[in-house]
Nanobody, 123 residues
Framework: VQLQASGGGLVQAGGSLKLSCAAS????????MGWFRQAPGREREFVAA????????NYTDSVKGRITISRDNAKNLVYLQMSNLKPEDTAVYYC?????????????????WGQGTQVTVSS
């Protein structure tokens, strides 16, 4: 399986972006999908995760109410809709896959990663 993240860009504070992650392979629907981000000089941090059928989601506290994760298993896509963006959201965003029955927040629980897409929020 390969993951390809896209949709990043430069946006002003308060703006919106929608990231997409396309997965190849026929086993996409059986996996938890997550988004992480990494800012310069900082460790990669959990942003959001969604269970295999979309019935359960998990968010880090700093993005709750501003970011929504969703998935379309028919299209092998997972999305990250981001609104009211802040400069501190600036980072490279990565999508990842985990074969778990819960929505993990630790990056070591994920076994496949996309290449990342840059999100820059200007103040």
């Amino acid at each position: 399986v390969q993951l390809q993240a896209s949709g990043g860009g430069l946006v002003q504070a308060g703006g919106s972006l929608k990231l997409s992650c396309a997965a190849s392979g026929r086993t996409f629907s059986g996996y938890v999908m997550g988004w992480f981000r990494q800012a310069p000089g900082r460790e990669r941090e959990f942003v959001a995760a969604i269970s295999w059928n979309g019935g359960r989601t998990n968010y880090t506290d700093s993005v709750k109410g501003r970011i929504t994760i969703s998935r379309d298993n028919a299209k092998n896509l997972v999305y990250l809709q981001m609104s009211n963006l802040k400069p501190e959201d600036t980072a490279v965003y990565y999508c990842a896959r985990a074969r778990r029955t819960f929505t993990p927040v630790v990056n070591t629980e994920y076994d496949t990663w996309g290449q990342g897409t840059q999100v820059t929020v200007s103040s």
